[in-house]
């Protein structure tokens, strides 16, 4: 069984510090990693992607992947009480196709 | 364009009724999804349809059958409603070559 597993938290950070969210997955063929962020009572949104070692920023996003350690982050710079959400990390199964393999979530909250 | 849209938005049934959950996508994606997502267990994906076609098993599949109609629908459908059954679903779609998915804005369920 392919597993993503996150903490669930909550993660509590105040207004303007960093964030850090992080991931780790059993698939060592894994290609594929999400960022997808969901707000209480909506459907997931995707805030980033990464395919190869290293890091990746978007605005106030980074995403940093290490395939050796089989670990994926995400950084969230000068955070807002707007960020509170639930992040979800995602990996691809090339056992289901193109499916994604969802981690159960962590819980972000942004104090002002 | 509409993105995917989910029909209907909230149902409450009975145990032993049926229902068909709809979905329909105007993105030209191959690929499409059916996830459920309960309080602490992430996403579980239930069916998945690589293309037109075709449909395979995800990680749940019991108690629901899928059809992908054309390109642009996937509906799911519930045979004999269990209370077990209760969450949200989302519906999903993708383009193979990105893996990126989108999401619906998901049906609520309450089997009684």
Avoid at chain 1, 33 to 42: A, D, E, L, P, V
Wanted: proline residues 4%.
């Amino acid at each position: 069984q392919k597993e993503v597993e996150q903490n669930s938290g909550p993660l509590s950070v105040p207004e303007g510090a960093i964030a850090s969210l992080n991931c780790t997955y059993s698939d060592r063929g894994s290609q594929s990693f999400f960022w997808y962020r969901q707000y209480s009572g909506k459907s997931p949104e995707l805030i980033m992607s990464i395919y190869s070692n290293g890091d990746k920023e978007d605005g106030r996003f980074t995403a940093q992947l290490n395939k050796a350690s089989q670990y994926v982050s995400l950084l969230i710079r000068d955070s807002q009480p707007s960020d509170s959400a639930t992040y979800l990390c995602a990996v691809n199964s090339y056992q289901a196709g193109t499916a994604l393999i969802f981690g159960k979530g962590t819980t972000l909250s942004v104090s002002s | 364009n509409a993105g995917v849209t989910q029909t209907p938005k909230f149902q409450v049934l009975k145990t032993g009724q049926s229902m068909t959950l709809q979905c329909a996508q105007d993105m030209n994606h191959n690929s499409m999804y059916w996830y459920r997502q309960d309080p602490g267990m992430g996403l579980r994906l239930i069916y998945y349809s690589a293309s037109e076609g075709t449909t395979d098993k995800g990680e749940v599949p019991n108690g629901y059958n899928v059809s992908r109609l054309n390109k642009r629908e996937f509906s799911l459908r519930l045979e004999s409603a269990a209370p077990s059954q209760t969450s949200v679903y989302f519906c999903a779609s993708s383009d193979p070559d990105v893996k990126t998915q989108y999401f619906g804005p998901g049906t609520r369920l309450l089997v009684l």
